[in-house]
Structures are given as structure tokens and as C-alpha cells.
């Protein structure tokens, strides 16, 4: 008998890097293969995309391959654009590296998809607001390749400036924990809001109910095996940690995503079986941060999430809270004791706090209240203090607290970051919520016909007009940014001496990261040789260290690597295991490392 068969040959295998850097440099060894008892000839064609140039042959050439041997071809690639490559060809090979391999009767192929990287640090200066004249200074030191990127935006219709900050922070939740809540939660908000307005059109719909998804899915897996949830799902599980958590289920579940139901009664059991007589939930502390927060701070943080999701007969915490300010006034806990007042219907005390909040912040200053730390164990929480009191006054419609809800509300815009958050992801949430709610509360406002005039350093006045149906948007203003000092001022002359809510910001990359006086935490990479060989092991030492003299919560290390080279995904868990990190995540060519407390010095 005889066995028939065909034989496929293989002749090219080349390693391709899936990410790289502008300005890198990355070497493809091309391995062809002659599995035939003849010298062979092959025809090599290399086709790359725009963003590549091969610098150390011809995209096209020939090889030789002794009989049953194979050759190796050296391809060296620069990150930089390919002037030559015509128009047809950046089309057809966008975004990757193509090999072809023939000699008439044989014929194989290689490519891989390239995801490229801009290089460098980003830096960003931004300010925002409704002030009738505004300042702004700041600095730029090396930009990288000279791009530097500026704009203004000042939309004038009730729900346009809000609706741009809440389609834009839709994102992709991942991390720990908290780092997926950063994502998830403004993500619920994001999607209540456009609804609510009816900005939300079906492809953003659709997008931010598949993220919310994702995000529940991965919030989920950090539920202890004592019942509750910790930041990587160890034991013992945090009490305001999980009260955050159920918040995020409660409101993802009126939206209409699927939740674990029975997930969701066990963890409100398990966090009501933390109470104590005292009115004081028990529970598991940690040094830093939210894991670190006072007892009594945390416990009223317990109490507004359970009141939040519809919890009933609380009066032993809500008594507790209300004798520890009796006893020390503190403005974060007065303010989560406000809400729960008026959510648990008890409207009379909740005015008489509001009436004290707002007496205490025209006493000291927005800036300058009296507060003890937030839940994430911020010592000065006043985005957060300021927040929730708006949150009372705007959720409640307290008209006649309108003047100091406008102060409030201009001095959370002008705490947004570049990025659209408020700070740690409490205080993003808890701003957006007053920002939504004070839309909602005088949406009737009317904005008045005016001008706007944007100066930035020796460039002529940009002047533009303004009504109500008409908004400023300038996305081309990096063209007056200059290297070194910055001056940007923005003014207005309008009849009623008042100003639409605005935002500018500047955006840039410089190779090292800003020194900023505010550094906590330094990193350095090192390897140990400077050059490497297919199949080599190569070892990178990170060094992380806290700068402070006070203990670091929740700290976040993204380290990157040379294109070409993966981790060794043993050797993490190993390390995860020896409690080197808490937590690790890859990433394209990064590796996200996760510390739950970083102490003094480490």
C-alpha cells in the first residue's frame, strides 16, 4: 500500500514586534528556510507601512538557500515616516510590516499589525471655568519634535460642555479595583447623563453599555472568599471599598446591565453584618489611603452608600454621625450627612446642615473650610466636600442657594484635569454628580450675547462672539505656543459682567517627565547589557521608590519595553507571590504593576 500526501512548506518565520516608538530603531531577524535536496532561489519582497523605513537594503532582492539549510536576513527598520512609499502602498499596508517569500512554485508570507507609540512624557497645562478674566502660566521646556497642541472650548447650550466631558471620559475599564471603578464609574454617570439629555446616540450607547459590562464583569472577580471585595480580591475584604462597589452595581443595574443578583444580596448582607451598637461599622483597616481612612470617616461613607441603594432603618449610624460633628465639626462628614438626610427623607435636618455648610464656607472660603480626611483618606478633600453640598443643594432644589451653588460649581470646574477628571476617581464621581445636577437644577439660565478674547504670549488678540446658540470651539491654537514661558489670558465683555463655563488646555511630550514639587514616587529601569541576541534572557531592574516621609496608598508603576522583547509571565507570578507587587497587568509593550501601600522611604 502507499500513503499519498501533500507536504507544506514553511520557508520564512520572522519575529515582528507588535509595538513600537516613534524615533526606535528594531532589527527583524528573517529566517528562510530551503527544506528542499536543491539550492534554491527566492524572490523577497518587504512592504511596510508609512510610519517605517528599512534602512539597510532594498524592499525587494533575492537570496540563495543551500539545500536543506536555511539563511538568515538582517532587516533594520527606523520609526519614522517613509517619504518614498507611494500613496497606493500606504493604503494597502497601513499599520504593519508585510514579508512575501517566492520562487515560482513555492510561496509563504509574514506580517503583523504595528501599533506605534509617540515617545516621551506627557505634559499638559490646562484652567478652566466661568471668571470674566483668566490667567494662565506655564512652561515648556524640550517638546518633542516641536508639536505642541492648545484649545478652547466654551459650548453654550445647557448640556454641551457636559456632554463632551462625560462622551470623552467613555472608556475601556481595567486594573485593580479602584482602577477599574476610575473607568466603570464614571461610565455609569456618563450614560445616565446622555440619556437624560438625549445626547447619548446609539453607537455611543452602545459603546458605554459594553464598557459598563466589561467593567462589572471585572469588578466582580475581586470578591473575597470571606464574602465583600479588596482591590485584588484578597482577604480580609474592605468595608468602604465594598460600599463603593455596591453603589456602582445599584446604578448599573437601572441601566439594564446584567448583574449577579445573588452577588449582589450577598455582598449588602455581608456589609450590614459590619454594624455595631455604636452606630460604627467594624472594619478591616489598612495604613494608607482609602484602605486607611478613620474609622468614623469611613463608617459614614458606609452609611451614604447603603442609604444610597435603598437601605432602610440606618438610624443607629446616622445618629453616630451626627454626635461625632456635634462633638468636632468636620465638613466631609457633615456633607455625606446632608445627603443621607434628605435621601432618607428627613428634609428638616438636612436643611438645617445645608444652612450650616454654606454659613461656613461665606465664614472661611472655599479653599480654607474646616474638614478632617475623606474616605480615600485625603486630607484636604475639598472638591469632595464641596461636591456633596452641592450635590444637597442642587439634588434637592434649594433655589435659594443658587448664588452659592454657582461658586461652587466654578470652583470644581477649575480643579479639571486635562484629561477630564477631578482627581482620585471619589472625587471625579462626586464632581461630575454636582455638575449634573446643577445642570439640571438651572438649565433654564440664559446666556447672553458677548465676546471672548484669547491671548497667547505676543500673538495678536483672538477675538470671537458668542449668543446663545452659537459656541467657541478652537482646536488650532498651538501655534502660538512657544518653547519656554507661557502667558495665556482670556477675557470677556459681556452686558451682565458674567461668563459661560470654558476650558483651555495645552498639550505636549517632552523625553523626561515633569519635576514637578508634588512628586511622590521616582522609577528607573536598567538592563544589564546594552545589546541582546535572539533567544537571550534579558534582565531589567526597576527601582520604585516613595519619596515621602508618609505612607503611599493604591501607587501605579507603568514600566516600558524595547520593542521585540515579552515578559516572562513565571517569573511575574513568582514575584507577585513574594509580595513584590500586589497585583500586575500586561498591557501592549508595558507591564502595570499594582501596589496596595507603598510605606515612608520604600
Not at 466636600?385 to 466654578?410: H, Q, V
Request: overall charge negative.
Amino acid at each position: 500500500s502507499m500513503y499519498l500526501f501533500k507536504h507544506l512548506t514553511k520557508i520564512i518565520d520572522a519575529k515582528i514586534p507588535s509595538v513600537v516608538t516613534k524615533g526606535d530603531q528594531f532589527i527583524i531577524n528573517c529566517v528562510i528556510t530551503n527544506s528542499t535536496k536543491n539550492e534554491m532561489e527566492t524572490d523577497v519582497a518587504v512592504n511596510a507601512s508609512f510610519e517605517f523605513t528599512l534602512i539597510n537594503s532594498e524592499s525587494n532582492f533575492k537570496c540563495k538557500i543551500p539545500a536543506d539549510s536555511f539563511v538568515v536576513k538582517e532587516l533594520v527598520f527606523d520609526v519614522k515616516p517613509n517619504s518614498d512609499l507611494t500613496a497606493m502602498k500606504k493604503e494597502m499596508y497601513k499599520n504593519q510590516i508585510a514579508i512575501a517569500v517566492s520562487n515560482g512554485s513555492l510561496n509563504d508570507f509574514k506580517n503583523q499589525s504595528i501599533q506605534v507609540n509617540n515617545s516621551g512624557f506627557e505634559h499638559y497645562a490646562t484652567t478652566g471655568g466661568n471668571e470674566i478674566n483668566k490667567t494662565l502660566l506655564f512652561e515648556i521646556n524640550d517638546p518633542i519634535d516641536q508639536q505642541m497642541t492648545a484649545g478652547f472650548e466654551m459650548r453654550l447650550n445647557p448640556y454641551g460642555e457636559l456632554d463632551k466631558t462625560l462622551a470623552g471620559m467613555i472608556r475601556e475599564p481595567g486594573g485593580c479595583f479602584e482602577q477599574v471603578s476610575s473607568s466603570n464609574y464614571p461610565n455609569i454617570l456618563a450614560l445616565q447623563y446622555l440619556q437624560k439629555s438625549g445626547a447619548a446616540n446609539p453607537e455611543l450607547t452602545q459603546k458605554a453599555m459594553g464598557h459598563l459590562a466589561s467593567g462589572y464583569k471585572q469588578l466582580a472577580k475581586y470578591e473575597t472568599s470571606a464574602g465583600g471585595f479588596e482591590w485584588y480580591g484578597h482577604t480580609p475584604p474592605h468595608e468602604a471599598l465594598t460600599a463603593m462597589g455596591l453603589m456602582q452595581f445599584y446604578e448599573m443595574r437601572k441601566l439594564g446591565i446584567e448583574i449577579d443578583e445573588k452577588l449582589y444580596s450577598r455582598t449588602v448582607n455581608w456589609l450590614l453584618g459590619r454594624r455595631t451598637k455604636s452606630g460604627v461599622f467594624e472594619q478591616n483597616q489598612g495604613k494608607y489611603g482609602f484602605s486607611g481612612a478613620p474609622r468614623s470617616t469611613a463608617s459614614a461613607y458606609i452609611t451614604f452608600a447603603l442609604v444610597s441603594i435603598g437601605e432602610k432603618e440606618m438610624e443607629p449610624e446616622i445618629k453616630a454621625i451626627q454626635e461625632d460633628i456635634d462633638k468636632k465639626f468636620d465638613f466631609y462628614k457633615a456633607a455625606l450627612l446632608t445627603n443621607i438626610y434628605f435621601i432618607s427623607g428627613d428634609t428638616l435636618n438636612g436643611k438645617k446642615l445645608v444652612k450650616l455648610l454654606t454659613d461656613h464656607v461665606n465664614k472661611h472660603s472655599v479653599k480654607k473650610i474646616e474638614t478632617g480626611p475623606s474616605v480615600t483618606y485625603n486630607y484636604q478633600p475639598v472638591s469632595e466636600c464641596i461636591a456633596l453640598l452641592s450635590i444637597a443643594i442642587a439634588e434637592n432644589g434649594l433655589t435659594e442657594y443658587t448664588k452659592e451653588l454657582n461658586e461652587y460649581i466654578k470652583y470644581i470646574y477649575s480643579t479639571r484635569t486635562y484629561y477630564g477628571s477631578f482627581g482620585n476617581t471619589q472625587t471625579t464621581v462626586l464632581c461630575l454628580r454636582a455638575i449634573m445636577a446643577k445642570k439640571s437644577f438651572t438649565d433654564k439660565d440664559e446666556v447672553k450675547d458677548g465676546n471672548v478674547t484669547i491671548t497667547i504670549n505676543d500673538s495678536p488678540p483672538l477675538t470671537y462672539s458668542y449668543g446663545k446658540e452659537t459656541d467657541v470651539i478652537l482646536n488650532n491654537l498651538g501655534q502660538y505656543l512657544d518653547q519656554g514661558k507661557n502667558k495665556v489670558t482670556i477675557s470677556f465683555d459681556t452686558k451682565d459682567k458674567k461668563a459661560p463655563y470654558y476650558n483651555f488646555s495645552a498639550f505636549w511630550k517632552e523625553i523626561i517627565p515633569g519635576e514637578g514639587t508634588d512628586n511622590k514616587v521616582t522609577v528607573s529601569t536598567a538592563f544589564s547589557n546594552s545589546r541582546y541576541k535572539t533567544g537571550d534572557a534579558a534582565r531589567m531592574d526597576v527601582n520604585l521608590k516613595n519619596i515621602t516621609t508618609t505612607g503611599l496608598p493604591q501607587t501605579v508603576a507603568i514600566i516600558g519595553t524595547p520593542a521585540g522583547l515579552t515578559f516572562d509571565s513565571h517569573e511575574l507570578k513568582r514575584l507577585q507571590e513574594d509580595k513584590i507587587f500586589d497585583y500586575y497587568e500586561l498591557k501592549d509593550n508595558y507591564l502595570i504593576l499594582y501596589y496596595a501601600e507603598l510605606d515612608p522611604s520604600a
